[in-house]
């Protein structure tokens, strides 16, 4: 299965943009990325996906390199409701998901 | 709040006992996965049913199997139960259009404590 490798933890300040990486160097070409996220005592809730075009939706923006071995998720504007662990996921048509250890984002008021 | 619901939100039992955990969704997705997610680490793909069939497998033993009824619903099953099976257990629903870009809904879990 293909592999990605998240920062184990990263911080960010109130209101300013956060960048979080994630490298996949053994991508397929038929594997979506997805990034998940998971609040403190919840279930990991949907943030954003794509396959090669960088995508925007209401919550962030992911940026997908040109090669496809790495990608960023991006927040605008980083609030104190965005500290969570933040998982960078291979998708592969068989539509099992394989979670890795994710970022643990700390948001500094 | 993604409708998913799952039951008991906590449980206790002994090593050697089974036990089942039940999820369903209120918005009628026909695919379900369970997951366990040790303390500190990412949830792990247990299985994922599909119209009532088992539909992909993670690297589980047998003793952890699973039903998915014809409402949807679903259960978890785990006999003989040891100390590492103690975790956050998280089922996730979804309505399977083209596999790999299916949003998945996941349910605030049943914490799991195996004395």
């Known amino acids: 299965d293909a592999k990605t490798t998240q920062p184990n933890s990263m911080e960010s300040n109130e209101e300013e943009p956060v960048h979080l990486p994630c490298n996949h160097s053994t991508i397929s070409g038929t594997d979506y990325i997805h990034w998940y996220r998971q609040l403190p005592s919840q279930g990991p809730e949907y943030v954003i996906h794509g396959l090669t075009s960088n995508v925007n939706n209401r919550m962030a923006s992911l940026a997908i390199a040109e090669d496809r071995k790495s990608s960023t998720l991006i927040l605008h504007r980083a609030t104190l409701r965005d500290a969570a662990v933040y998982y960078c996921?291979?998708?592969?048509?068989?539509?099992?998901?394989?979670f890795g250890a994710g970022t643990r984002l700390t948001v500094k008021p | 709040e993604t409708g998913v619901t799952q039951s008991p939100t906590h449980l206790i039992k002994t090593r050697g006992q089974q036990v089942t955990l039940r999820c369903s969704s209120q918005?009628?997705?026909?695919?379900v996965s369970w997951y366990q997610q040790a303390l500190g680490q990412g949830p792990q793909f247990i299985f994922q049913?599909?119209?009532?069939?088992?539909?992909g497998r993670g690297n589980f033993p047998p003793r952890f199997s699973g039903l998915q009824f014809p409402n949807y619903s679903s259960e978890l099953n785990v006999n003989a139960l040891e100390l590492d099976d103690s975790a956050l257990y998280l089922c996730a629903t979804n309505w399977r259009t083209r596999a790999n870009t299916d949003t998945q809904y996941f349910g605030p879990g049943t914490r799991l404590t195996v004395l």
């Open positions: 918005s009628g997705h026909n695919t």
């Open positions: 049913y599909y119209r009532e069939e088992e539909n």
């Open positions: 996921i291979l998708r592969p048509p068989n539509n099992d998901m394989r």
